[in-house]
C-alpha cells in the first residue's frame, strides 16, 4: 500500500481513537461490568441474601401471594430462583402502577431490598450513558467509530503476529506505550471487531428504523408480539379458577428438562382467556431467545410450543447473544469480562501513547507545549482516571446513603456523575503525570476499602459470604480488592522517581 494511503490510515486511527476514546472507555468498563450485572445487583442489595430453593416449592409460594395480593392483576410475572438470583420475584400491574416483591424462596417471607438500580443502572449507562434514545445513537456512533479504528489499526500495523510478542518496557515512553497499545489490540481483536459489531445490530431498531417503520408503522410494540410469536387469547369478564401452576411447570419440565424453567408469565389470571406462558432458561445456548410454552389457564390445554425461528431471526439473536454473554455459564462471562479490560486498557494505552509521542515531539522540535494538546491530556486523565473514581462511589454511596432517602436510587447515580465532573478541576489544575498518578491510587484505593465498608455496614461481609458459600457476593468482594490492588499498583509505578515533583506541583 502507498505511504499516503498508510498516512491517511494512521490519521483515521489516532484522531478517530482520540474523540470517541474518553466515551468509549467508559463504555467498555460499564460493558465488562455489565457482563456480571446480576451478581453486582445482589450485591447492591444484600437485602436479598437468601439460599436459593427448589422451583416447586418456589411457584407454590409466589403463586399464593399473588392471590392474595394482586388477585385483580391483569397480569402475573413470576422469576423463580436461581443460583445467581436466589429470591423469588413477583411483579404485576394494577390500576397503573406497577409493583415487584421479592420472596424468600424457601420460607416466603417478603423481602424489602434498599433502593437501587444496582447492575442494571451500568447496562443502561454501557448502551445509552443514562441519556435516553439520543445516548443510545452516541453509543451507536462511538461503536461505528470502533469497527473503523480496529479495521484501520489492522491495516496500519501490518506486522500483527509479530506485534503479538513484542513488548518493551524499558525502551523508552513512547515505545513502551505502543507495544503495549499493540499488544493489547491484537490480543482481542476478534473480540473488540464482535463486540462493536453486535452492538450495533442488538439496537438495530434504533439504527435501521426504516423497516420498522414501513412494514409496522412505527409500532415496536407489534413487531416484537410478531417475531416473538406470542399468543395471547381475547381477555374474558368473567372469574374463573385456574389450574396450578405448579401441575403447569411440571408439563413444561418435561418439555424443556428439570431445573430449565426461568419463569413463568400469567395473563388474565382467574379469569376466562387465561393463559401462561413458560419460559425455558437461555443459558445452554449462544441464541439470545428463550423457548416458550403457552398454556390455557383455566384447562391447562397446551396451545403452543415455540421453540424454531425463522433463519432471520434465529441469526438476529445468535448474534446479540454474542454481545450479551448469557451463554456457556461463568467461564464465558470471565472470558468477556477479561476482554473486556483489555478493549479498556487498550483504549486507555491510546490515549496515553496520543500525549506521549506529542509531547517528545515538542521536546525534540524545542517548541512549547501547545495549549490544546495540555488539555486533551487533561481529559485523558478525566475519562479514565475520573471515570474509575466515579463507578467506585457508585458502590461507596449504595452503601453509606441512608436507606429511607427519597430517590435513594437516584442519588446513587448522581454521585456517580457528581464525582467523575469533581475530577476535572483536579486534573486540570495539577500536573498530567501527577493527576494520574493521584486519581488512579484514589480510586485503587477506594475500591480496595469497599469490603471493609461492606462489612461495617452489612452483615454481609465477605467472611460471612464464604462461610455460607454465597460466591456471587464474595467474588464482587474480592473483584473490587483485586482491582484496587491493580489501580494501586499502576499508580505506584507511574509514580516511580516523581513523587518530589508532584508534591512540588510541577
Known amino acids: 500500500m502507498k505511504t499516503g494511503a498508510l498516512q491517511s490510515l494512521a490519521w483515521l486511527h489516532t484522531w478517530s481513537g482520540l474523540v470517541v476514546g ?17 451478581e453486582i445487583s445482589h450485591w447492591m442489595q444484600p437485602e436479598l441474601q437468601v439460599n436459593a430453593a427448589e422451583a416447586e416449592p418456589s411457584l407454590r409460594l409466589g403463586e399464593a401471594y399473588l392471590r392474595r395480593h394482586a388477585a385483580q392483576a391483569p397480569f402475573w410475572s413470576i422469576r423463580l430462583p436461581s443460583a445467581q438470583e436466589p429470591a423469588l420475584e413477583l411483579s404485576w400491574q394494577q390500576d397503573g402502577a406497577s409493583f415487584t416483591h421479592f420472596l424468600d424462596a424457601q420460607s416466603g417471607r417478603l423481602l424489602v431490598p434498599r433502593p437501587s438500580e444496582g447492575g442494571e443502572f451500568l447496562v443502561e449507562l454501557h448502551y445509552s450513558f443514562h441519556a435516553g434514545t439520543p445516548g443510545l445513537w452516541l453509543v451507536g456512533l462511538c461503536g461505528i467509530v470502533m469497527l473503523l479504528a480496529g479495521g484501520s489499526g ?16 524499558r525502551a523508552g515512553a513512547q515505545r513502551s506505550w505502543l507495544d503495549a497499545h499493540n499488544l493489547l489490540g491484537v490480543l482481542a481483536l476478534p473480540f473488540h471487531l464482535m463486540i462493536a459489531y453486535t452492538g450495533l445490530i442488538a439496537s438495530a431498531w434504533t439504527f435501521l428504523p ?4 414501513t412494514l409496522y408503522d412505527g409500532n415496536l410494540s407489534a413487531y416484537f408480539l410478531e417475531s ?26 418435561a418439555h424443556f428438562g428439570m431445573g430449565q424453567v426461568a419463569s413463568l408469565l400469567v395473563l388474565n389470571p382467574d379469569h376466562g382467556g387465561a393463559t401462561v406462558q413458560v419460559l425455558r432458561q437461555v443459558g445452554d445456548q449462544v441464541a439470545l431467545a428463550a423457548d416458550r410454552l403457552t398454556f390455557d389457564g383455566i ?7 415455540v421453540d424454531t425461528r425463522s433463519p432471520a431471526q434465529h441469526s438476529y439473536t445468535v448474534l446479540a ?5 448469557q451463554f456457556g455459564g461463568a467461564p464465558v462471562r470471565w472470558l468477556y469480562f477479561f476482554l473486556g479490560l483489555a478493549s479498556c486498557a487498550m483504549i486507555a494505552t491510546g490515549l496515553v501513547l496520543f500525549s506521549i509521542k506529542r509531547r517528545e515531539k515538542h521536546q525534540r522540535d524545542a517548541l512549547a507545549p501547545s495549549r490544546a494538546y495540555a488539555v486533551i491530556e487533561r481529559c485523558n486523565v478525566l475519562a479514565v482516571a475520573g471515570f474509575l473514581n466515579g463507578v467506585a462511589a457508585y458502590f461507596w454511596a449504595n452503601r453509606l446513603l441512608p436507606l429511607s432517602l427519597p430517590g ?12 467523575w465532573l469533581a475530577t476535572l478541576p483536579h486534573a486540570l ?36 459470604s464464604l462461610q455460607h458459600g454465597r460466591w456471587a457476593m464474595a467474588s464482587v468482594d474480592l473483584s473490587f480488592m483485586a482491582t484496587g490492588g491493580l489501580l494501586m499498583g499502576i499508580a505506584w509505578k507511574l509514580a516511580e522517581g516523581r513523587i518530589l515533583e508532584c508534591k512540588r506541583g510541577r
Open 22 to 38: 474518553w466515551l468509549l472507555f467508559a463504555v467498555c468498563f460499564t460493558g465488562s461490568l455489565a457482563v456480571f450485572h446480576r
Open 154 to 169: 489492522i491495516v496500519i500495523h501490518r506486522r500483527l503476529f509479530k506485534d503479538f510478542f513484542t513488548f518493551r518496557p
Open 299 to 305: 384447562s391447562g390445554t397446551l396451545l403452543q410450543v
Open 429 to 464: 489544575l495539577r500536573p498530567a503525570r501527577c493527576a494520574w498518578i493521584e486519581q488512579l491510587a484514589s480510586a485503587g484505593l477506594l475500591c480496595l476499602l469497599l469490603p471493609l465498608l461492606n462489612g461495617l455496614t452489612t452483615e454481609a461481609h465477605l467472611l460471612h
Open 210 to 213: 426504516a423497516a420498522f417503520n
Open 321 to 325: 447473544g454474542l454481545h450479551y454473554a
Open 408 to 419: 435513594r436510587e437516584g442519588w446513587e447515580i448522581a454521585t456517580l456523575f457528581l464525582v
Open 228 to 253: 416473538a410469536q406470542t399468543l395471547i387469547q381475547p381477555p374474558e369478564a368473567q372469574a374463573m379458577p385456574m389450574v396450578s401452576l405448579t401441575q403447569l411447570l411440571a408439563q413444561a419440565e
